[in-house]
Each structure stands twice: as structure tokens, then as C-alpha cells.
């Protein structure tokens, strides 16, 4: 697992935080967690698993805190830019 963080909004984790989720791509196992209010100041995480399972990225967004939104769990796939073929070509 990588660390846990808590970014202000409108701000991205960096840095550490992606050179950890890279490592754990590429060694088929870290997590990333990202939080952050959202427009209204309500807090979401955003889970990255590190893993080559698929050809896109997955993120987990735990909106249960989210007053103004599904109240739920989202899973999506982070589509790679044209002529990425994997995470690690990204960071």
C-alpha cells in the first residue's frame, strides 16, 4: 500500500505518491488512496490499484460521503493516452 493522502481541492498527489503506485504496477501489487473535497466540500477517495490486470488503469472513487451526489461506490477505467500500451509508459 502505498501512503494514504489527504490533498486540498483541486490539488494532485505527485511525486512519491506516483513513483510508489509505478513500482507496484510494475510489481503487479501497490494501492494508491487519494482524498479530496469535491465542489461541494464533501470528501471522496480514490483508490488506484497497482496491477497489469487489464490495459487500462482502475480507479475505485468511494463517493458514500458525497451529499450531493450517488452516495455510492464508482468503478472506472482510466483510459491510457494514444500510443500508451501500459501505466508504467504513462509515468
Known sequence: ???EMVV???EEA???ALECLKRGYVKNGAELAVAAPNVEGDLTANYFPGH???P???ILSDCTRDGFGGGGW???TWPLPDGKDSLEDCL
Open 56 to 58: 487500462s488503469p482502475q
Open 1 to 3: 500500500m502505498c501512503a
Open 14 to 16: 505527485g511525486g512519491e
Open 74 to 76: 464508482e468503478d472506472m
Open 8 to 10: 486540498a481541492q483541486g
Open 52 to 54: 497489469s490486470a487489464g
